[in-house]
């Protein structure tokens, strides 16, 4: 078992910048991707970021590339997702998630282990 948990989020305005961070326990994460996923009002789930816990390799959605940048600490198991230039299209739930298989997915449905989420809200 893996346990995540989110924190950080909260009220910013646009322009801002907010850094949410992602605690992993449990089972050894080493091996594993880590992904950042949002979820607005209404809409699907969706690709922000992504990390390897080993080697370092990032993804990104378009639309936060340039803006957002994850990075991780594996010596305290901490994944962050460091976003800048924040905009209202922003605003939304932010989940990390772990994935166990070697091959990179932008799915949500292709994770094993998720944390609670944290709510970051983007004022215009």
């Known amino acids: 078992q893996v346990q995540l948990v989110e924190s950080g989020g909260g009220l910013v305005q646009a322009g801002g910048s907010l850094r949410v961070s992602c605690a992993a326990s449990?089972?050894?994460?080493?091996?594993?991707?880590m992904g950042w996923f949002r979820q607005a009002p209404g809409k699907e789930r969706e690709f922000v970021a992504a990390i390897r816990w080993f080697g370092g390799n990032t993804w990104y959605a378009d639309s936060v590339k340039g803006r957002f940048t994850v990075s991780r600490d594996n010596a305290k198991n901490t994944v962050y997702l460091q976003m800048n230039s924040l905009k209202p299209e922003d605003t939304a739930v932010y989940y990390c998630?772990?994935?166990?298989?070697?091959?990179?997915?932008?799915?949500?449905?292709?994770?094993?282990?998720w944390g609670q989420g944290t709510q970051v809200t983007v004022s215009s």
């Open positions: 998630a772990a994935r166990f298989r070697s091959i990179f997915t932008t799915n949500p449905n292709d994770y094993d282990y």
């Open positions: 449990g089972r050894t994460v080493n091996s594993y991707t």
